[in-house]
T-cell receptor
Framework: DSGVTQTPKHLITATGQRVTLRCSPRSGDLSVYWYQQSLDQGLQFLIQYYNGEERAKGNILERFSAQQFPDLHSELNLSSLELGDSALYFC???????????FGEGSRLTVL | QQQVKQSPQSLIVQKGGISIINCAYENTAFDYFPWYQQFPGKGPALLIAIRPDVSEKKEGRFTISFNKSAKQFSLHIMDSQPGDSATYFCAASGSNYQLIWGAGTKLIIKP
């Protein structure tokens, strides 16, 4: 158990809908990262927050947004969903910006 | 220049054999090279990492070999076991700590 909690674990929705994925980092970790992993694909970095501020942005679509709240939990909002958005979405955390990340078990999103 | 190239894409090794996964990078500013292990349905987990001031790091059956001049690093799994079957990702980062990921290697250990 990495200590990173992601909810929901599974989510099935329809095209055009909006969903919110939630992440609670490890206790004491200030940095949160979001990744997308499509079926049998690699890890695509979406966005990173550090202590409530956006720190780095990767290949995140304009339809997607995220934020980190004062209690350090983070949410990833996905809107106008398309079939191609079906993927595993991972949250990871670290004490500070670091290459040593602790990943949650992911939220599996299926868009029908 | 930001890419990390990982090979092979998939690998099948007999139980007890040596599994070798290779990665190459271009950015000489990278100074941290981790390997992550991911089991099906789970998130990646840090397995072992190396910095360029050493050429090799060993933790149990897992060894990273690092060749700074060739800009290559590799993961060796000795005495490979069925429980090692997973997807392995190499990565690299520099002073900004932004990880650049390899594409992953799906490793299958045959009993």
């Amino acid at each position: 158990d990495s200590g990173v909690t992601q909810t929901p674990k599974h989510l099935i929705t329809a095209t055009g809908q909006r969903v919110t994925l939630r992440c609670s980092p490890r206790s004491g970790d200030l940095s949160v990262y979001w990744y997308q992993q499509s079926l049998d694909q690699g890890l695509q970095f979406l966005i990173q927050y550090y202590n409530g501020e956006e720190r780095a942005k990767g290949n995140i679509l304009e339809r997607f947004s995220a934020q980190q709240f004062p209690d350090l939990h983070s949410e990833l909002n996905l809107s106008s969903l398309e079939l191609g958005d079906s993927a595993l979405y991972f949250c990871a955390s670290s004490v500070q910006p670091s290459g040593e990340l602790f990943f949650g078990e992911g939220s599996r999103l299926t868009v029908l | 220049q930001q890419q990390v190239k990982q090979s092979p894409q998939s690998l099948i090794v007999q139980k007890g054999g040596i599994s070798i996964i290779n990665c190459a990078y271009e950015n000489t500013a990278f100074d941290y090279f981790p390997w992550y292990q991911q089991f099906p349905g789970k998130g990646p987990a840090l397995l072992i990492a190396i910095r360029p001031d050493v050429s090799e790091k060993k933790e149990g059956r897992f060894t990273i070999s690092f060749n700074k001049s060739a800009k290559q690093f590799s993961l060796h799994i000795m005495d490979s076991q069925p429980g090692d079957s997973a997807t392995y990702f190499c990565a690299a980062s520099g002073s900004n700590y932004q990880l650049i990921w390899g594409a992953g290697t799906k490793l299958i250990i045959k009993p």
